[in-house]
Nanobody
Framework: QVQLVESGGGLVQAGGSLRLSCAASGRTFSSYTMGWFRQAPGKERVFVARIRGSDGDTFYADSVKGRFTISGDNAKNTVYLQMDSLKPEDSAVYYC??????????????WGKGTLVTVSS
């Protein structure tokens, strides 16, 4: 398994931006598919975006497409989530996750503890 630590959450006004980081240790980022999920209060954890470490292929949830960008730095074993044009409904705890598979179905075996993002209106 890989150990994941998220950072970069905080409070931002609607329309603003934040960049989340997820540092991975234990195995190299390029061996995994890395993902971001989020969970708002009282709601289920939902998929946000993923990136395949081997070739950088990305996929996004419709709700964030065009506003969020997932990227990775193999040298730093870190994956990022750049969040622009933030909306109050983006408020949630954001979790980083990793899967050893390069294609779906993903089992998301490793999870970070999450970082809180709050978007004020």
């Amino acid at each position: 398994q890989v150990q994941l630590v998220e950072s970069g959450g905080g409070l931002v006004q609607a329309g603003g931006s934040l960049r989340l980081s997820c540092a991975a240790s234990g195995r190299t980022f390029s061996s995994y598919t890395m993902g971001w999920f989020r969970q708002a209060p009282g709601k289920e954890r939902v998929f946000v975006a993923r990136i395949r470490g081997s070739d950088g292929d990305t996929f996004y949830a419709d709700s964030v497409k065009g506003r969020f960008t997932i990227s990775g730095d193999n040298a730093k074993n870190t994956v990022y989530l750049q969040m622009d044009s933030l909306k109050p409904e983006d408020s949630a705890v954001y979790y980083c996750t990793a899967d050893a598979h390069s294609r779906s179905p993903f089992t998301w075996d490793s999870w970070g503890k999450g970082t809180l993002v709050t978007v004020s209106s």
